[in-house]
């Protein structure tokens, strides 16, 4: 344990750096030359994509400013989310507490103290279309975070605001998350699996995947999120070949199906973080890209470029933000933004400096949107494809890392795929590791954080307006899902979860979505479809 | 050593598991989406000196509060609730104010979470059965 951190300074012989090690572990050289490469590359938009997946870029067309949000009662939501279109976010990315994602309603004793905390509070028809109020559906794209089996019942949901709004599904733009295994605090075992039976899960993820392709063909069926990895502490190149990997588990399985790549591939994305390490954060996106391309085209046999895109939206981390000195957050979430738009992303959430204390207010989304909107219009980092692109140094990075992705990829694969290594508890034990050498790098300051680790400044308390949500909310919220589940004609929602109950008991090898969406047309609620389908396996959750 | 509720950010939690471990405590890691009640059956199971709960979301006043008055209907006002994540400063004061022992947030050095941790526990006057 280091008391004093391991930093030189001197006025004598300057300031200086504790060592030259990327985040991964790659140790930079002094200086790059045409030694570490003399390659070729290949056109923006043009495979294996290293440049960019479109030929003009952000020159065409700017990246989605899809700030993550959500909060309190789907009605505070709506509010927000006209806020924040007003001030200039391009797409919406919903936020459900924790309660919408694992599939309990307000009212489920242990959710009640979480209620409308970490997003909106959702679990009937009547929230999703307050929720989305006055947001036009088919031209303005939505993500929906939501797991297997929850991710059916929201889709449900939005398809039949939707209906009731005339506007046909084919028309629908936006993305279902849609993944089992990283969703709740990256693929961390006990998080994901003590809800719902994770093969059931990801059998209903594919069933939701299967039932979009052919009738909602603008909507994106799945979005693996390699965000929720990389902040469980792992590193670039961990997280970039856990997140491959997985992603072409579902490719692997949805093959399996029956079903054509070029009918689906374009339409899973993934959802990553931006470090601070600039050139290893640029050349890890550059190094996912390729390795992405040539698995749809090699490994899978993918005939349209489309399908070989690495699409890839971004949230700047928010393990990098520090309590102390929160303002010092602004300048981070800057840094990683211009990161991500050097890297060539398609959309991205600055994260909110107050973020490492509650979530943000209106006041810091705004401050993060305009962040976005400087980098985009005042810099000029927008204005060429891939500006770093035959740089000495981020081509060879490029390539280390993509070489080290690889050969983890490698040895997932000898274990039978991410989501085998995941089940048997190997994911488990590298995050756990990762976990705790990070933290030893924090201590030791051998990951400097200035505030925290370096310069740490113990006589000023921090500055921060706390976001706070309204008192009587989650009374408000636990009180109408209980009304919600007394009242009115429940007869038919009754059918229909018997029959999904059935339906799971003996057939579940078959598809559960429609009868899923059944009880949703039925007007069942979230953790009443989710309980006949626990109910019919013998599963029982935490209490 | 207990997440509350339904957040499962777990980072801090296993870390400074690690750390008391490692420290040669006795760490029952309870994990997360625990309840108060299956807390207080677990201290009065494990005969614990003190319990360590971690959080994110924004429900720390609500549990911290309610682990306490069970320990107090249940005759065990001498175990120690200490608590750490992201806590904003003004419920940190409420908190220790109404009996947490301890709130840590982060950025704390490992060496004043267990320099804290030894000065309660020997001062603690349970005996180990």
């Known amino acids: 344990m280091a008391e004093d951190p391991k930093i030189e300074f001197d006025h004598a012989k300057g300031e200086k750096i504790p060592h030259f090690r990327s985040l991964s572990g790659i140790e930079y050289k002094r200086i790059y030359d045409r030694e570490d490469w003399d390659g070729e590359l290949p056109d923006g938009g043009e495979y294996p994509f290293t440049r960019g997946i479109h030929e003009d870029m952000y020159r065409g067309r700017l990246w989605t400013r899809r700030q993550q949000s959500g909060f309190g009662s789907p009605e505070e939501s709506n509010d927000l989310l006209k806020y924040l279109l007003r001030v200039g976010q391009t797409g919406i990315n919903i936020d459900s507490d924790i309660a919408g994602k694992i599939g309990v309603d307000p009212d489920y004793p242990l959710a009640q103290a979480d209620v409308g905390l970490q997003g909106t509070s959702m679990c009937t028809y009547e929230d999703m279309a307050a929720l989305f109020k006055d947001i036009p559906l088919d031209r303005i794209s939505s993500t929906l975070i939501f797991p297997p089996p929850a991710s059916v019942v929201m889709m449900g949901q939005y398809m039949m605001m939707a209906k009731a709004e005339g506007i046909p599904r084919e028309s629908l733009i936006g993305t279902m998350m849609n993944c089992p295994f990283t969703q709740l605090v990256g693929p961390t075992f006990q998080a994901n699996t003590h809800f719902f039976p994770i093969d059931l899960a990801l059998k209903i993820g594919l069933d939701l995947m299967e039932y979009l392709i052919p009738r909602c063909p603008k909507w994106n069926i799945l979005n693996v999120n390699s965000r929720n990895i990389r902040e469980s502490g792992v590193d670039a190149v961990q997280e970039a070949a856990f997140s491959l990997a997985l992603g072409s588990d579902f490719v692997d399985r949805l093959c399996k199906r029956g079903l054509d790549i070029d009918r689906f591939a374009r339409r899973i994305g993934f959802f990553s973080a931006v470090h601070l390490d600039i050139f290893e954060e640029v050349a890890k996106f550059r190094a996912m890209r390729r390795i992405w391309a040539r698995q749809m085209k090699e490994r899978f046999g993918a005939r349209d470029p489309k399908s070989m895109w690495f699409r890839c939206a971004v949230q700047t981390s928010s393990l990098t933000l520090t309590a102390q000195e929160p303002m010092n957050n602004i300048v981070r979430a800057a840094v990683q933004t211009l990161t991500a738009i050097l890297s060539g992303v398609q959309s991205v959430h600055t994260t909110s400096y107050d973020e490492a204390y509650c979530l943000p207010s209106e006041k810091t989304h705004k401050l993060a949107i305009r962040t976005q909107q400087i980098i985009a219009y005042e810099t000029g980092a927008t204005k060429s494809v891939d500006p770093l692109g035959g740089s000495y140094l981020v081509e060879k990075m490029t390539d280390e890392l993509e070489e080290r992705i690889w050969e983890l990829m490698k040895v997932i694969d000898g274990r039978g795929g991410f989501v085998e290594c995941f089940k048997e508890g190997w994911v488990e034990g590298e995050l756990n590791s990762a976990r705790y050498k990070l933290a030893d790098q924090m201590e030791s300051a051998e990951l400097p954080i200035i505030g925290m680790n370096l310069f740490r400044d113990e006589e000023t308390a921090p500055d921060i307006e706390i976001f706070r949500q309204a008192p009587d909310m989650q009374a408000k919220r636990i009180q109408y899902a209980r009304d919600y589940k007394k009242g009115g004609n429940r007869e038919s929602a009754r059918i229909a979860l018997k029959n999904l109950y059935e339906r799971t008991r003996s057939h579940a090898d078959e598809d559960l979505v429609v009868p899923m969406l059944e009880a949703v047309e039925a007007r069942a609620t979230l953790q009443e479809v989710c309980d006949a389908m626990r109910e019919a396996t013998g599963f029982s959750i935490p209490g | ?129």
């Open chain 2, 1 to 129: 050593m207990a997440k509350m509720g339904l957040d499962a950010h777990d980072n801090g939690l296993r870390i400074v598991s690690k750390w008391l471990a490692d420290a040669g405590y006795e760490v029952i890691y309870a994990g997360v989406y625990n309840s108060a009640e299956r807390i207080l059956r677990m201290v009065i199971e494990e005969n614990a000196d003190a319990v360590g709960i971690s959080f994110l979301g924004g429900e720390h006043l609500h549990y911290s509060r309610k682990l306490l008055d069970l320990f107090r209907e249940n005759d065990l006002k001498d175990v120690k609730l200490i608590a750490g994540g992201i806590i904003p400063p003004a419920d940190v004061i409420t908190m220790k104010d109404f009996g947490v022992n301890a709130v840590f947030t982060p950025g704390t050095p490992r060496g004043e979470i267990l320099k804290h941790v030894a000065a309660c526990l020997s001062v603690s006057e349970r005996v180990p059965s």
